[in-house]
């Protein structure tokens, strides 16, 4: 008969509790919550209550209590983070898999209202830890994770100069999020340099406020990005660039206006 007593118990084998294989597991006290993203889009909702702050976001000064998610992408791609649906104003960014720096985004507010967006390209089995911070706000969050759209979606003559006309609205796809702004669908193009040099990448006489950006030809890494680079509204990047060497140039708009857009690309 079992008494319980101590003699009674199994010997616990190391090997019933063998270490994580991955380093980039997160320890538990830096991730509140796991996201299993399995299948995307997905959706996740919390409450945030102010208490001790752990992280100081770069892109806008926050003293607030956080909630951190750990993130693990299914597969290479270009992914998108939102906090639409959410009852305060929040402050969204990306840590490394331990939660440490450097950031790879932040964002205040390019969501809709007051809500925040970040966007970039992970590879397969990458983690990444999203934080959803505020201005010493409590409330309901909510968080949508979305892969892009595809990257790039038409190509360009590789040409020494290089003009188009577009349209841009809700019916396009939404395969990018800018480091800088911008929100909602794009047109993201493939354009191979005829040769080296500067060049100069315009969205000049489009109908909206527009954002530019440059990426690695596979949509995955952000090489520049510009919001209101001319005296207007329009956007602007002077970029070197290699002959050849093919990149990804996203015509994306501020807080996801549509209109009529011209890019044209010409070496300076």
Same mark, same amino acid.
């Given at each position: ?15 019933d ?10 320890p538990?006290?830096c991730?509140?919550?796991?996201i ?6 997905v ?29 693990t ?11 639409? &649906? %959410?009852? =305060? $104003? /929040? @402050? #969204? ?5 331990? !939660?440490?720096l450097?950031?790879?985004?932040? +964002? *205040?507010?390019s ?26 706000q409590?409330?309901?969050w ?34 990018v ?27 000049? &006489? %489009?109908? =909206? $406020? /527009? @954002? #530019?950006?440059v990426?690695?030809?596979? !949509? ?6 510009n +919001? *209101? ?23 994306d708009?501020f ?14």
């Open positions: 008969m079992d008494d319980g007593s101590p003699d009674d118990e199994q010997p616990v084998d190391d090997d509790f063998p270490p994580p294989e991955d380093d980039d597991v997160p538990v006290e991730v509140d919550e796991i299993e993203a399995n299948e995307l889009p959706s996740i909702e919390g409450a945030l209550v102010q208490g001790e702050s752990r992280f100081q976001p770069s892109c806008v000064g926050s003293v607030s209590a956080e909630v951190t998610l750990s993130f992408a299914p597969r290479a791609a270009h992914y998108i983070f939102d906090t639409q &649906g %959410s009852t =305060f $104003d /929040t @402050v #969204l960014y990306a840590l490394g898999p331990t !939660c440490q450097p950031e790879r985004a932040c +964002d *205040d507010d969501g809709e209202g007051v809500t925040s967006r970040i966007g970039f390209g992970m590879a397969a089995g990458e983690t990444t830890v999203i934080v959803i911070d505020s201005f010493g409590s409330g309901e909510g968080l949508q994770v979305t892969q892009g759209g595809t990257c790039p979606n038409e190509t360009l003559e590789s040409a020494e100069e290089v003009y188009v006309e577009g349209f841009l609205d809700e019916s396009q796809e939404d395969s999020a800018p480091g800088c702004a911008g929100a909602g669908p794009d047109i993201v193009y493939a354009w191979t340099p005829p040769f080296s040099g500067r060049w100069r990448i315009s969205t000049a &006489g %489009s109908s =909206f $406020d /527009t @954002v #530019l950006a990426f690695s030809s596979d !949509c995955l890494t952000e090489l520049a990005c +919001d *209101d680079g001319s005296n207007d509204v329009s956007s602007v990047l002077d970029l070197d660039f290699e002959r050849g060497v093919p990149v990804a140039i996203a015509v708009s807080n996801g206006e549509s209109g009529s857009f011209q890019l044209s690309i010409f070496p300076t």
